[in-house]
């Protein structure tokens, strides 16, 4: 079983800054890729940026050059550093992980989110 534990979301003015974090935890896995995610109220859940193990970060357009992805294999943490935030930025934030055991490829873990308030 895995587990994705999500820290650092909060509430910022626009311009600030956060930074998320994702710990996994569990044995028996190896993870493929992770990536942060996020959704606002009645609407579905996007990609914000992605890592594959050996690949280079992925970013949605909405938040290129503004939020920057990094990962700790031998942690199995993550995290995303969120500068220049703006109110459309404002959702629960998911933490995701692809992983693979020795029954099962590429199976999909989700953290239980964390919120980001940006203020005008």
Do not use: H
């Amino acid at each position: 079983q895995v587990q994705l534990v999500e820290s650092g979301g909060g509430l910022v003015q626009a311009g600030g800054s956060l930074r998320l974090s994702c710990v996994a935890s569990g044995s028996g896995f190896s993870i493929d890729a992770m990536g942060w995610y996020r959704q606002e109220p009645g609407k579905r859940r996007e990609m914000v940026a992605r890592v594959t193990s050996g690949g280079s970060p992925m970013y949605a357009d909405s938040v290129q050059g503004r939020f920057s992805i990094s990962r700790d294999s031998t942690k199995k943490a993550l995290w995303l550093e969120m500068n220049s935030l703006k109110p459309e930025d404002t959702a629960v934030y998911y933490c995701n992980a692809v992983v693979t055991t020795k029954d099962v490829r590429f199976m999909n873990y989700w953290g239980n989110g964390t919120l980001v308030t940006v203020s005008t």
